[in-house]
DNA sequence: GTTGGCACTCTCCCTTTACGAGTGCTAATA
DNA sequence: TATTAGCACTCGTAAAGGGAGAGTGCCAAC
C-alpha cells in the first residue's frame, strides 16, 4: 500500500516528537503540532492504518504511538529535514578538529571522544589500513650498547624503537645492519619475512650477537600492528543520559559490548562510502547487543590506503539528524585534513546523503 | 574509650558481611559467623555500643548495621586479614604482565585495564615524569621534500616525526641542522627554547625556509608532552556492577567524573611509597565525587624518575583486602619491569603494607 | 472524508495492608 | 557483673486496592 502525504506528514511529527520527549506520542499532540488542518479523530484514523502497515505501534491499548524501527527507516530515507550545521557550530567543530592535528594514531581516540562530545553519544573510531611495508630503514648508532631501529612506512609513519643491548657492538656493524635491512626487509610484506631471509642476513653481516633477530623481531611487530585495524571507544557513559538506559543491567550490556570495542569490527563489511552517513536502525544491526540500539556511521579517508570510521551508538529513538550531520561534518573535516588530494574544499557544506538497509522493505 | 578485642571481632564480622552482601548485617547472622560462643542478644549489646562509638550505623531503626567511613578504616587499619595472593592467581598475573611489555606509554592504558580487568572496578593509571630533556638529535634526509627527526630523550625514549616541505631542501642543510639542533638543543627544559635561541640557530643555518621553526616547535611539543603527567582511566562501566550504583544518575555522576581523568591528579600529591597500599574511605576521599565512594592506590616506580600511580575506584564497600593485594602485586610487578634496579626479585610475595590517613580519629 | 462525542482501557501513582527481619528492653540466670 | 531468653515494638518492603488522567476506538452526524 502506498503511504500518502499526510500519513508521511504524521509520521514525520510522531518520530519528531518521540525523539523529542521519549514518550508515546498522542493524536491530541499531533494535531497541534503538524500543521495540517485537521482534528485529532482523524489523525487517530490516519494513526491506526500506520499501525496498521507497520510504521508505528502502541506500547499498550490506550497509550499514544511509537516508531517501530521500520517507521525510523522511514523517517531516516525520506521524511527527516537534512539538518545543516549552523555557521557558528560548524566554526567551533573547525576550530576544535584544528587543535588535534597530529598523527593519525593519536588522533583516532581524539576523534572518537570528539564526536562523543560532539553528539553525547557513546561513539567509536576505527581505522582498516592496507598491508603497509616498510620503505626505509635507519639505524642510528647511540653508544657501544645502544642503537636506535628507525623505520619509515609505505603510509608515511615513522616507527621507532631504542634497542639496548648486553654486548658490545661498534658503528660499523650497525652500518652495516642498516645497508642489509634496506636492502632485504623493505618493500615486503609480513608474511614475506621467513627465517631463511633472517638467516640469511645474519650471515651477511657477520651478525653473532644476534642483533640481526632483534631487528627483524621489530619488524615483525611493526608490520603485524599495523595491518591490525585499531579501534577506540569513547563516552559510554552517556549512555545513561538516554531515558531507554535508566535500567542499570540494560546499560551494563551495551557499554560492556562497546567498552570490548573489537567487535564493532565485523560489521566493518558495510563500510559507507564516503559522502554518505549509514544509519542502522535496531534490528538491523548484526551484533545481538545491539539489537535495541541505532548505530550511524560515517567514514573518512586518512590517506595512504588507510579508511577510517566514525559511529555513533545510541538508542532507536535517537536524533538520526543531527548525528548524521555531525557525523559527516566530522568525518569531511578528518577526510580533509589526512587524507589524498580529492577532498572537497574548507568550509563548503555537503550534501548529506544518508543510506541504509533498505532491502527490508 | 578502648575497643575491646570481641568489639573487634564483632566489626570485622560486620564488614566482612557488608562487604559480602552489600546488605545491613544483623545479630543473628553474626553470632552464627562469627566464632565467639555469645547469643545474639549479647552480639547486639555489643552493636549498640559499637554504633555509639561511631563504628556502625542502622540505615533505621530496626534494620540490621552498616559500617560507617570510621569503621572501613578501622577495618583496614587493623582488622582485615592481609590477604596474600595464591600461586595460581599470583602465576596468572604474572603472565598477563609479562605479555605487556612496551613502552611505558602504551602500557599506561594497559595497566589501567589489567588493574580493572583484575579487581572488577574501573581503574586508573597515571605516570608523572619530571622534567625530561633531549639527549640526542638526528634528522634522516628521506628526499629533497622529506625528512625524519628523531629524537632520543632522558629518559631513554624516542620520539619521531616526518617533515614534509612545500619546498627543496639538499641533505647538506639537513645535516648542518642536525648537527647545530645537537649543539643547541640538547640537555635543556622546555623553558630554555627561546625565540632568541631559535633566531640565533636559523641563523647559523642559513635557514631561510623556516625549517629551524619547524623543528623547534616539535621539540617543544616533545619536551612540554613529556612533561605532561597522563591518566587513563578504564573499565568505568564495571562501576554498574555494583549494588550501589543501581542508581542511574549516582552511577553516571562518578562515571563522568572518572572519564574525565585528570582530575584524579591533584590528589597526586598523596602518592604512597613503593611498597604500601594507601586506601582513601569515603568522605577522606577530597573530590567530591568521591565523598562516598573509597579508592585504593598504589605506586610503581617506571624508572628514569618516573613514578606510577594505579588505583581503583568502588563502593566504600568495597572488596579492600582482595583489591590492595591486588594493586601491590601490580605496582611490584610494574616496578620489577620498568623500574630502577632496587625492586624486589621476581615471584616474591612483599609484605603488604597499608596505610591511610589515620588521622582523622 | 472529516468531525465531535463518549464509553472504555490502560498505566501511573497514591494509599492501605500485611509481613518479617531486627531491634531494645526487661527479667531471669550463671 | 556479664550473659541470655523472651517479647513487644518499629520500620521498610512488597503486594493489593483504588482513583485519576491520558488516549484510544467507534459511532453517528456533517
Redesign the pocket.
Known amino acids: 500500500m502506498a503511504i500518502s502525504e499526510r500519513k508521511k506528514k504524521i509520521l514525520a511529527a510522531v518520530v519528531d516528537a518521540y525523539i523529542r520527549t521519549a514518550e508515546p506520542v498522542?493524536?491530541?499532540?499531533i494535531a497541534e503540532s503538524a500543521g495540517l488542518?485537521?482534528?485529532?479523530?482523524?489523525i487517530?484514523?490516519e494513526?491506526?492504518e500506520l499501525?496498521a502497515m507497520g510504521y508505528l505501534e502502541?506500547p499498550?491499548?490506550?497509550?499514544?504511538?511509537v516508531p517501530t524501527p521500520m517507521g525510523y527507516r522511514m523517517y531516516v530515507n525520506e521524511l527527516m529535514d537534512q539538518q545543516r550545521l549552523s555557521i557558528e557550530e560548524s566554526e567551533d567543530l573547525n576550530r576544535r578538529l584544528n587543535q588535534k592535528l597530529q598523527e593519525l594514531d593519536d588522533t583516532i581516540s581524539d576523534v572518537s571522544r570528539l564526536a562523543s562530545q560532539l553528539t553525547d553519544y557513546p561513539a567509536m573510531a576505527l581505522t582498516t589500513r592496507e598491508a603497509v611495508t616498510i620503505v626505509r630503514f635507519d639505524l642510528i648508532y647511540v653508544d657501544a650498547n645502544t642503537f636506535i631501529i628507525v623505520v619509515m612506512l609505505s603510509d608515511h609513519t615513522v616507527r621507532n624503537k631504542l634497542v639496548r643491548l648486553p654486548i658490545s657492538v661498534d658503528e660499523k656493524m650497525i652500518r652495516k645492519l642498516s645497508t642489509l635491512f634496506n636492502a632485504n626487509f623493505t618493500h615486503i610484506g609480513e608474511d614475506a619475512i621467513t627465517p631463511v631471509l633472517i638467516n640469511s642476513t645474519e650471515r651477511s653481516a657477520d651478525d653473532t650477537m644476534g642483533i640481526t633477530a632483534v631487528i627483524s623481531s621489530f619488524v615483525i611487530e611493526v608490520l603485524s600492528s599495523s595491518a591490525a585495524p585499531s579501534a577506540f571507544v569513547s563516552g559510554e557513559n552517556r549512555l545513561l543520559n538516554q531515558p531507554e538506559f535508566r535500567d542499570p543491567d540494560k546499560a551494563h550490556r551495551l557499554m560492556s559490548y562497546l567498552s570490548g570495542g573489537g567487535h564493532i569490527l565485523p560489521e566493518g563489511g558495510l563500510f559507507p562510502d564516503s559522502n554518505e552517513v549509514r544509519v542502522l536502525i535496531g534490528p538491523e544491526n548484526v551484533a545481538e547487543e545491539l539489537k535495541d540500539s541505532s548505530v550511524v556511521i560515517a567514514s573518512y579517508d586518512a590517506g595512504d590506503n588507510t579508511r577510517g570510521l566514525i559511529g555513533v551508538v545510541g538508542p532507536t529513538r535517537m536524533d538520526y539528524s543531527a548525528v548524521a550531520a555531525k557525523l559527516r561534518f566530522l568525518a569531511d573535516g578528518l577526510s580533509r585534513r589526512l587524507g589524498g588530494g580529492e577532498a572537497p574544499p574548507e568550509g563548503m557544506h555537503n550534501k548529506l546523503i544518508i543510506k541504509g538497509d533498505t532491502n527490508n522493505e
Chains 1, 2 share one sequence.
Not at 37 to 42: F, L
Not at 60 to 65: D, E, F, L, V
Open positions: 498522542g493524536s491530541k499532540a488542518g485537521c482534528s485529532s479523530a482523524t487517530r484514523n494513526l491506526a499501525v502502541q499498550h491499548t490506550s497509550a499514544g504511538r
